[in-house]
């Protein structure tokens, strides 16, 4: 079973730390260079037998069973475009796709996402801190507030970075709150 990450990223260090210890045969790093992708290894220290740097050529010559998308947001929709039909399983680091560039219309693109692939998945930590905060702090008095500080490393500022946080904060509630769904409008 083979697994690629694409991008070379903080937050895809963390993912490789995690996924190269579940048994897979090959593992690509893929950036737009493949020099980078080496690099990025080294950097990294993710010397390994089964630990390759490569470019998107690497989708012609290999199938993957997971895939995963640790890119700058603006740019998950061209790899999910370049990749939905594959029938890979799929990981996109959170948000999907940026709202900054699709604004309220996001919810047809990723219709026509899921279309084309249905094993798209997003990962929401914060859903499982809300788990494990729900079974710790049992209470019957009603949540009258929720507030939430983040101090983040990375490079994104203003607008940027709400669009980075917010599904952070989303998950959170919804497990919190016991949303069951909620729409587009609702937000």
Excluded: W
Aim: proline fraction near 3%; hydrophobic fraction near 40%; aromatic fraction near 16%.
């Amino acid at each position: 079973m083979n697994f690629v990450i694409i991008g070379t990223s903080k937050i895809a260090r963390i993912h490789l730390e995690h996924i190269r210890n579940y048994g897979f045969k090959e593992i690509y790093v893929v950036s737009r260079y493949k020099a980078r992708a080496k690099k990025f290894i080294k950097n990294n220290n993710f010397f390994n037998k089964n630990i390759y740097p490569a470019d998107m050529n690497i989708f012609k010559v290999k199938k993957f069973k997971l895939i995963d998308i640790c890119v700058n947001t603006n740019l998950h929709h061209i790899y999910l475009n370049k990749l939905s039909k594959l029938k890979s399983s799929i990981i996109v680091e959170k948000p999907i796709v940026s709202i900054g560039i699709f604004k309220n219309k996001f919810h047809n693109y990723l219709e026509k996402i899921f279309k084309k692939n249905k094993k798209i998945f997003v990962p929401y930590p914060m859903y499982n801190l809300a788990e494990s905060f729900l079974r710790e702090f049992k209470s019957k008095k009603k949540i009258n507030k929720i507030e939430f500080f983040f101090f983040t490393g990375g490079k994104n500022q203003f607008d940027d970075i709400s669009y980075d946080l917010l599904p952070h904060i989303l998950s959170f509630l919804i497990k919190v709150l016991k949303i069951k769904e909620f729409k587009t409008n609702d937000l």
